[in-house]
């Protein structure tokens, strides 16, 4: 299986993405680090580089039409939510407590602009919202609160997997 993690920056998804590859034995794709190679500017006001995300999506499914589909991989990243539903199988897009999300902002340094713009985007759901837009169906998005261990998390997301799995392979 190919799987996606989107949402909003400081949610855990690097985290949560690692500890799903450990478990499912599955390599993980870490996609900032590929947006990096796509760079157009840098935005000083929200600390952040801005990167050509159609070139860089074209870029990523090239590689996932030729990904060898006897092993499973995560694709993990805030814009993970824009690949095409061709390549992957399953979305989780992973939500955060709002109080705990501007801790993880304020311990990270971010300034004032940056947090309340991560803040609003988690807050009115964007990277799902975005996901509908991009023709994702809402049987292959799953919300994933990151709110407890992530042992639990991911067990968790192995019984979505395997329910996925098995309406697909049904036809449903």
């Not at 989107?6 to 985290?15: I, N």
């Not at 929200?46 to 159609?54: A, K």
């Amino acid at each position: 299986m190919i799987i996606a993690l989107s949402g909003s920056v400081g949610t855990g998804k690097t985290s949560l993405a690692n500890a799903l590859g450990k478990y499912l034995n599955a390599e993980v794709w870490h996609l900032n680090e590929e947006a990096k190679k796509f760079t157009l500017s840098y935005d000083d006001a929200v600390d952040t580089f801005d990167f050509d995300l159609e070139a860089l999506l074209v870029a990523i499914e090239k590689k996932l039409g030729v990904w060898d589909l006897s092993s499973s991989l995560i694709l993990e990243s805030h814009f993970a939510h824009h690949l095409s539903p061709e390549f992957v199988d399953v979305l989780f897009i992973v939500n955060r407590d709002l109080k705990a999300l501007k801790h993880v902002y304020w311990e990270r340094g971010y300034n004032e602009q940056k947090i309340v713009e991560n803040l609003e985007v988690e807050a009115m759901d964007v990277c799902y919202q975005e996901a509908l837009e991009e023709g994702w169906p809402r049987s292959r998005v799953f919300f994933v609160a990151n709110d407890r261990e992530f042992d639990f998390i991911v067990k968790d997301l192995v019984k979505k997997l395997l329910k996925t799995k098995l309406r697909r392979k049904s036809g449903l």
